[in-house]
């Protein structure tokens, strides 16, 4: 498992037309082996952008992509081989799909990384299962699945070339809660299972501050903030000024402060700590006079 | 790759050109052509090529922009001068290599076939940069309306070309999508044989169609949901106006016409008499 690092990487699309807009400018930044990273950032912030140049998709204006040490540009041919190891999936993966089986389609990174049969199919079974794909719609057509399980079969698709840095585009965008619970546990599970380290694009603070170790904050194409979600989240002003908000629940505990409660802790910014803060003042609050 | 298609793209820039009627702009095109055919002597070439190259630097689009649409046409005007060389007869002979003969004639012809054409992608490009695609089919739709009289659905075809007009970009963009998606599975769109290279295409082409079925049959929800039903008793956000700036166009137009017919008239071979004394 390799590190995954990024050099002062900036990107331009159109040089050199009247629509020319630099999308990435002066970015760097280090992927740890098998760290959960999130990354943030309002609509056009080149999130996007970013993601399509770590696996060498776009070429970067200026800036290096190291993976493990070596410039992925350093051989223009060679740059195919490392698409096997930084697996991207893009927002919106299921209108990628295209096989005439739903088994076919999950093996077409496999196939192409030139593997032998058998460890294709043990490939696609090992993906079909992290995503949580039952066996038998492995044989159906990939259009006669639902919209949740035509994202799980596209998702598995690059899991199975079982990358050593998974890349997520908004994997939960246009999903149900109960949908956006089951690729959040994925990207746990894919984390876990292989250590790999996993970089995903989120719109919603929540799946941020549940699921990433490390939060990496975009702002018109610059990082504009990178660190634990507890000291992101703790920037709120800072956040404002790249559009973006704190989780749902830490703008309630802070509500809660302005209401009359003094006693609420900062800082907390996930679900369950939410729930927690809030049971413990209640419990003090029967003790004491204030609820 | 897909970036590359300059023609018929639209550029935008301040310029007079770009204010002027795209219905004006599309019979001063359509004019030009048959004025281009109509220059038969050199002088008349000249006129009209000056007047391209004058009314292009009055477009304020960058010259390179303009000669890249001569690109896709080069096989084309290199084959018709090449013909044109050997078998256009006439005036004295400049070589002969066993049955292929060159004659003075065979250079003028070759030469004055390949600026015409040269002519043609220049000046019918120049309307498709200084005018967007949704003017253009506007500007048609208005000009072809007196065929309504003969029950053709001049609205229908106008919203026909608007609706594929206005889908190429997705396209193209959806295009770069599906294909960055499946190169990050490890597709290899560039080496192997011709075979191996179109096979590779499938998994570029299915999500495609399948998307622009979906596209097609979402818009069509979409107008139906906002009443559409046809160009009967339809107006327009944005009417067109005639400005003096085209009746000026016109009035030039008309010069150049007259300028071409009068050269064809009297002086015919005035350059060609010259290259014939001094050659
Ligand atoms: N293919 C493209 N051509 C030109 N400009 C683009 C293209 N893709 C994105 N952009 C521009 O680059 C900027 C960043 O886009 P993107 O990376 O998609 O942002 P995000 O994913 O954060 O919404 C935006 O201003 C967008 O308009
Ligand atoms: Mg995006």
Redesign the interface.
Known sequence: MAELRVEGLSFVY?AGT?YEKTAVSDVSFTIAAGEIVGVIGHTGSGKSTLM?LL?G?LRPAAGRVLLGGEDIWANEKAV?QY??RV????QY?E?????ETVERDIG??PR??GLALEEVAARVRRAAAVVGLPERLLRHSP?DLSGGEKRRAAIA??LA?EPEVLILDEPTAGLDPAGRQTILEMIRAYNRQTGAAVLFVSHTMEDVAAVAERVLVLSAGRLALQGPPAEVFAKEEELRAASLDVPAYTRILAALRRQGFPAVRQGLYTLEEAVAEIQRLYAEGKGGATC | ML?DITFGQY???ESPLHRLDPRVKLVLTVGLIVVIFLARVAVSLLLVTALLLAVTLLSRIPLRLTLKSLKPVLPLLILTAVINLFYASGGRVVLQVWKLTITTGGLLTAGYMALRICLLILGSSLLTYTTTPTDLTDALERLLSPLKAVRLDVHSLAMMMTIALRFIPTLIEETE??T?????????LESGSLLRRVRAL???L??LL??AFRRAAELADAMECRCYHGGEGRTRLKQLRLAPRDGAALVLFCLLAAGVVLANRFLPGLLYGLFARLW
């Open positions: 159109g009247p399509q696996p998709l195919r698409r096997f697996g991207l999936v893009f993966p209108y990628q799909l295209f096989d077409f990174g192409n990384m259009f698709g690059v070339m | 970036n550029y935008p820039a999508k599906i960055a998606a499946q190169k990050a599975r490890g597709a290899d499938i998994p570029i299915i999500p399948i998307s």
